[in-house]
């Protein structure tokens, strides 16, 4: 429920479990009481303003968690560590450092277990399924929903179950499943256990799912029906935060329904708010919402301008999502704006905040804390075993007092000699232990070394194919903007070869040099298509160099060709050519080349500026991948003739050893 979830899932239930901090006193006021505040007081107050700070300042809420916690274990107050630990997982929570979340809160369910403080487990069970959720492990999350429910009813805590059914409502909505959702949901209305203002504040809550659950079904009047009322009870118990979020829901709605003033109404309504709650991921939402709500009604510098500001609010804060969305509005105005450059940046940027919300730093996060959990069962194990020996020790020198034909001098030196050989036994065995533990982490550093590796190789080839591709496409695009459709039709054939042979090959960092050379071939033949045939060229290939057996990394050459063609050969005047040669060298292939064009050019001229293109860029990088394997200049561009400029010769020296050895990109 994409414009729901930050109602859905942090507000409405992350604020639904801290009942203890949801009236705090004001911040100035707890630092006043701080001055004099002394033991358990002063934890609290410095608790209580760390909860205070984190929507506003999360830096600043987490050290005075910290140092309420540090503070407690000085004290010995289990309380404060406990609920400081709790505190620390929550706001980790509330700002989407998720690993960070389940570390704490972790700690705070094993110390609660630790100390039977079973209402702190419960509210720990409940805020993990909301992690969980959030980072899409929902059979997990639906796991610790139930823990909460069967600890309650097993141990017949005076608690209702009304908040995990909640959550468990919520989290079949995320999964699509609308029926069980709803099926849940009014279960949390059927076991509540409270009083009448409780009561009214889960309707509340129960009816600004429902809401989000019609906008997912498409029943948008429906939506804003619900949402109308529960605004209405957010204005009588003055809470700004809920009610900035629903604003927001309901613009969302209105967008749907096209109704463009009223959307932009209560997006205006949305951002005020929480300009005034300085929580800057809801300026954040609301400006970009904004900006494609001005799009939708081509009011283009409207929408840059809301756009440009929801992205300069967002680069302070941590959300994939928010910055891929804010991306992508951005992507989609400037295109329509005419702004190629700024439209490519912000679609990759896009794409790259994508990738994030599922890429491998959060999946790290998450299997670090799987291997702290593997760690923590292994040290259990070793310690029961460190019992059981003690315990067979103890066995041994009882057994052994029991001998009544044996002197008590003969006892004691037979215990004395019994402790020390298994004392012996005891080290020699840790000893292996440790020297096999050794040997694994070695293995370990090695492969994962070996790993990055691999992935860095991989990563500079994949910037590669979306240049080549990209390139290949503006081709087709002008074409068919000068109205050449013979020649478009010829070149998207052409070009449709070229990519299936790409994609046929993209599990690969290496090609067989015959499968490369045909790869350029098509690509010449393509830009000179494209350039009207206005330059002719050739292909030259020793006939001693093995085409099959011999590898090279995938369109290592092309950015060369593309340059010669586009910087050497359209600004000359009269005949043009190119040669492209690949030759057989002792320990290497070398490719040449060639022009006729207006040179190369090593100081650029007075008014212009540097740049480096992006596939010149990327292919320095893979260059330089390749000198671990050789000694030798591996590129050298020099100008033809004598003094004016005639031409340029590029010089590319492919070592030969990790063509056939090593899979470098």
Known sequence: MKPFQSILCIIAVLCYTEFCNGQSKEIDSIQELLKTARDTTEVNLLRQQGVLLRSYDKNKALELLL?????????????????????????????????????????????????????????????????????????????????????????????????????????????????????????????????????????????????????????????????????????????????????????????????????????????????????????????????????????????????????????????????????????????????????????????????????????????????????????????????????????????????????????????????????????????AELLDKNRVISHQNEVIESMNTQLEKRMLRAQMNPHFIFNSLNSIKHLINSNDKENALKYLSKFSKLLRQVLESSVNVNLVLKEEIELLKIYVELEALRFDNSFNYSFNIDENLDLYQNEVPMLLVQPYIENAIIHGLLPLEGPKHLQISFNDKSDHIECTIEDNGVGFNPKPSEGKEKRTSRGMSITEKRINALRKFSNQELIKIENLGNGDETGTRVTISIPKDQSTNQKVS
Request: net charge negative; glycine share 4%.
């Open 67 to 431: 140092e309420s916690i540090e503070k407690s274990k000085k004290i010995n107050y289990l309380d404060g560590e406990i609920n400081g630990l709790y505190s620390l997982g929550l706001t980790h929570g509330m700002t989407g450092s998720y690993a960070e979340s389940l570390e704490y809160l972790n700690k705070c369910l094993s110390l609660a277990t630790q100390h039977q403080d079973f209402e702190r487990m419960n509210y720990v069970y409940n805020s993990m399924g909301i992690v969980y959720r959030r980072i899409g492990d929902y059979p997990k999350s639906q796991s610790y929903y139930l823990k909460r429910i069967k600890l309650i009813d097993s141990l017949q805590l005076d608690q209702d179950t009304s908040s995990p059914y909640l959550n468990i409502g919520v989290l079949y909505g995320s999964m699509g499943q609308y029926d069980k959702a709803v099926e849940s949901l009014n279960k949390s209305l059927v076991v509540f256990k409270g009083n009448e203002s409780d009561r009214a504040s889960l309707e509340n809550v129960v009816l600004a799912n429902l809401a989000g659950i019609d906008f997912e079904k498409k029943d948008y009047k429906a939506a804003v029906e619900k949402f109308l009322k529960v605004i209405d009870y957010d204005k009588k118990q003055n809470d700004n935060i809920e009610l900035c979020a629903h604003y927001s829901n309901i613009a969302s709605c209105y967008v749907e329904l096209e109704q463009w003033q009223m959307a932009n109404d209560y997006y205006l309504r949305a951002l005020e708010l929480a300009e005034q709650l300085s929580i800057k991921q809801e300026i954040a939402i609301a400006q970009y919402k904004l900006a494609d709500l001005m799009f939708l009604q081509k009011k283009f510098d409207e929408a840059l301008d809301y756009s440009t500001k929801s992205l300069r609010t967002l680069d302070s804060l941590d959300g994939y999502m928010e910055k891929r969305e804010a991306n992508e509005i951005a992507y989609k105005i400037h295109e329509a704006m005419g702004k190629p450059t700024q439209a490519i940046y912000h679609l990759n940027q896009t794409m790259a905040y994508g990738d994030s919300m599922y890429n491998e730093t959060k999946v790290k996060e998450i299997q670090n804390l799987q291997v702290q959990h593997e760690v923590y069962l292994k040290d259990k194990e070793i310690k029961e075993g460190e019992l059981q020996m003690a315990l067979l020790n103890t066995e041994v020198s009882l057994n052994n007092k029991r001998l009544e034909y044996m002197t008590i001098i003969t006892l004691l030196l037979l215990f004395s000699a019994s402790l020390l050989y298994f004392r012996f036994l005891a080290k020699k065995k840790s000893n």
